[in-house]
């Protein structure tokens, strides 16, 4: 491993009421590369339940574009189309477990990862949920706040006609702008609390406060590093839903192993 920590230790004899940040590490483009070919090797150990979380995002982005469609709401399907992604860390959780376990040479079956992710619910992980669509609500909702201001009356009779609108007129240029900029800013700010914060949550008994505020913490202390696996992951989840969401099958398990690999890397382990 190539990290190094960064940081003061944790005080000594700590109350129960107390509890200790962990310890945040350096990281280099090295531990990019190396937990991406950990987390390719975990999808390749257990194909077909990676696949499965794979295949039920990509089936949830097919079915809420064609309500969008059904529900005549052409002009949401660009936006949900690129804010779908942002609930993606919450819907590796499984992915995050499967590689906990394998990490640990655990046995395991269908059954032990439904269930952990079923147990979630009890823990902090609801409250992760709850950060991420909220997010994701702001997002689609500041959409529809810019097409009215920038496109106003405009009709969007048929998908071909939003497209022609938005790419091809100054009003639609300066709608583009602006989303891309909000959009921008909402995914920064959902990336930093959620990168670290989602794995550290199935790892240890924290609070999702603690491991927002740890996500954070990676993110501002390895800038470079993680706004490059930002980009990546990006890029990866936008190239995997042009052939109709289907790539996703794929990438999402891979980018889910590997993001738990990264998390193990840029903190600390738990004590005790």
């Known amino acids: 491993m190539t990290s190094k920590t960064n940081g003061s ?41 990676s696949g499965f979380f794979g295949l039920f995002y990509t089936i949830f982005g097919i079915l809420f574009v064609w309500c969008l469609v059904w529900l005549g709401k052409i002009w949401m399907i660009i936006p949900a189309a690129v804010g779908f992604p942002l609930v993606a860390p919450f819907a590796a959780a ?4 499967m590689s906990r376990r394998m990490q640990n040479n655990e046995d395991f079956g269908w059954s032990d990862i439904l269930t952990v992710m079923a147990n979630q619910r009890k823990r902090e992980m609801g409250w992760m949920a709850f950060v991420t669509l909220f997010i994701f609500w ?15 009356n ?14 091809f007129t100054p009003q639609g240029w300066t709608f583009l702008a602006i989303g891309t900029c909000v959009g921008a800013f ?3 700010v959902l990336f ?4 670290v914060a989602m794995p550290m949550l199935l790892d240890r008994e924290t609070n999702f406060i603690s491991a927002m505020i740890t996500s954070i913490r990676v993110v501002t202390g390895n800038p470079v ?15 995997s839903m042009l052939p109709a969401f289907l790539g996703l099958i794929f990438t999402l398990p891979i980018l889910g192993h590997t993001t738990w690999h990264l998390y193990q890397r840029a903190v600390s382990p738990a004590e005790g």
């Open 138 to 152: 702001v997002w689609t909702y500041q959409i529809r706040l810019w097409l009215a201001i920038t496109l106003q």
């Open 225 to 239: 590093v993680m706004l490059s696996w930002a980009a990546i992951i990006s890029v990866t989840m936008l190239l």
């Open 94 to 97: 499984g992915l995050y477990e």
């Open 154 to 167: 405009a009709s969007f009779s048929d998908f071909d006609r939003f497209l022609n609108i938005v790419f």
């Open 192 to 195: 930093s609390v959620t990168v």
């Open 9 to 49: 230790s944790p005080p000594d004899k700590l109350t129960p009421q107390q509890q200790a940040m962990p310890e945040v590490n350096t990281l280099t483009a090295a531990d990019i590369s190396a937990s991406l070919k950990a987390g390719l090797a975990d999808f390749l150990a257990r194909p077909v339940m």
């Open 186 to 188: 909402l995914s920064a």
